[in-house]
């Protein structure tokens, strides 16, 4: 037998184990560990500054290490901009993986939000001044060599996992730290809209397209809804009342400033449903029902009158429960220096000022010829405005794209950007191949970072054949 024949039946028995993993790793959904396994790491507060090396912090992170042998990957989940637990239940993919792979699993909590709080009044100025997207690489660098040494797994390469923000720190980890981190996937990741590339209001033009390929007469039902919305607030004092009573508000609207509030709110409903459109019941960020933007339009469209219709549709993400018996807009919702929402509690606060700092997250646009909605434009002006007084800071906007703007991806390599078409993020994010190295993957049919999530069989038949190609290219990074 020649060489060049045995290393072609080699290489073809590879590809045929490979099958087969794929076509058995994804027939049912291993259980997520829980309670994961829970730790603390002692990081530090400021990596750019001499004179603060020594104040530190207490970081949580989370593992599972009952898959891991000698030399396997570290699977390493970069944190986004929430409790980390939330994160370890909905990303599935890392524990269907690991078995095969022997790989440690690893979730860090990003600085600022869930339990890795730096101060008692880390939300406060000068307090915050250390949340940045720097200092969060940083804190995953040096997490990283600080459990390989604890593990002793100096050897063993590390994949970078994350779905929108943490899939952006997932691909910044790979771009900045290459050495640390082999490859990663990142999903759903706006890293062009983030550092001003690109058009924003293309976002709100994808949450209408999700609810018109649901049914065109929906979004024409909504938008008039909208539309009815905005005529009756131009007589105050009966159309606040109105308005009130129709959607059942808990508290009446009084005057301009709530108004407007309430129509971000309805607005940011729609924003959620498009996002977290799961073919199965989910509860991340929300508890949804399946297919929640077919449910939200067919309640839509059983309504009669067009303020019912609006609050029979935002009714599926406010009160999926149907046990509230009013709308606490006010809470619901609170307006920040992100467009779509910054969420609730004290993570929306982290996330406002990160908006305030290095993201774009703003749309200048007042057209709503393309789009279900009034026009609520979000200006670069009115972030500065707001964030100067909010937070004393000016926004850097130009700064990511200096860091990791459509440039860096084309130079970098082992980063694969997937994306699917229902998930009104994906305008923003890498939407071609860059480079042999650098590839991006459509999930025909998939919400958010729907790829990350445990396989479920009512998933569309391109999640399996993406998470397909997910496996063979990691498996592709770690062989080299």
Request: charged fraction near 20%; hydrophobic fraction near 40%.
């Amino acid at each position: 037998m020649t060489t060049s024949v045995f290393r072609f039946m080699v290489h073809q028995n590879r590809i045929l184990q490979l099958f087969l993993f794929i076509c058995t790793s994804f027939v049912s959904s291993s259980s997520i560990p829980w309670p994961p396994k829970e730790n603390y790491f002692n990081q530090t507060l400021d990596h750019f500054s001499f004179q603060a090396r020594n104040l530190t912090f207490k970081q949580r992170y989370l593992y599972e290490d009952k898959w891991f042998k000698p030399n396997g990957p570290i699977f390493f989940y970069c944190g986004n901009e929430g409790e980390i637990g939330g994160f370890w239940n909905n990303t599935g993919l890392v524990f269907e993986l690991a078995p095969s792979f022997n790989a440690f699993i690893l979730f860090a909590e990003h600085r600022y939000y869930g339990k890795s709080l730096p101060f008692d009044k880390s939300f406060q100025q000068p307090y915050i001044q250390y949340l940045s997207i720097g200092q969060a690489l940083a804190d995953y660098a040096y997490l990283i060599e600080g459990i390989k040494n604890k593990f002793n797994m100096t050897r063993s390469p590390v994949v970078a996992f994350g779905g929108s923000y943490g899939g952006m720190l997932a691909a910044y980890m790979r771009a900045k730290y290459p050495h640390i981190v082999k490859g990663a996937l990142a999903a759903s990741a706006p890293v062009r809209w983030v550092a001003g590339e690109g058009n924003f209001h293309d976002f709100f033009e994808a949450v209408t397209k999700d609810y018109h390929d649901a049914d065109p007469k929906c979004s024409e039902k909504i938008k008039n809804a909208f539309t009815v919305a905005v005529q009756l607030s131009q007589k105050p004092d009966v159309g606040y009342k109105q308005l009130s009573e129709q959607l059942r508000l808990c508290q009446p609207i009084e005057n301009d400033f709530e108004f407007y509030w309430m129509l971000k709110w309805a607005r940011n409903a729609f924003v959620m449903m498009a996002m977290l459109d799961y073919p199965y019941k989910a509860s991340f960020m929300a508890s949804l029902p399946p297919n929640p933007v077919n449910v939200s339009c067919k309640n839509a469209l059983s309504a009669i009158d067009p303020i019912p219709t609006l609050r029979e549709a935002v009714g599926v993400f406010y009160n999926s429960s149907q046990s509230l018996m009013c709308f606490d807009y006010k809470t619901q919702f609170i307006e920040c220096a992100d467009i779509t929402g910054c969420g609730l509690g004290n993570d929306s606060l982290a996330w406002d000022f990160q908006s305030c700092t290095e993201m774009n997250l703003h749309d200048d646009s007042d057209s709503t010829t393309s789009d279900m909605f009034t026009s609520l434009p979000l200006t670069k002006q009115q972030v500065t405005s707001y964030c100067q007084q909010k937070w004393g800071v000016t926004p850097a906007f130009n700064q990511l794209s200096t860091f990791f703007g459509d440039y860096i991806w084309k130079t970098a390599s082992n980063i694969i950007f997937s994306n699917g078409n229902l998930d009104p993020w994906m305008g923003g994010g890498i939407l071609t191949d860059q480079s042999e190295k650098v590839i991006s993957l459509m999930l025909d049919g998939g919400a958010h970072h729907l790829d990350l999530r445990s396989p479920d069989p009512n998933d569309p038949p391109s999640a399996r054949q993406i998470r397909q190609i997910e496996v063979q290219t990691i498996r592709s990074w770690l062989d080299s």
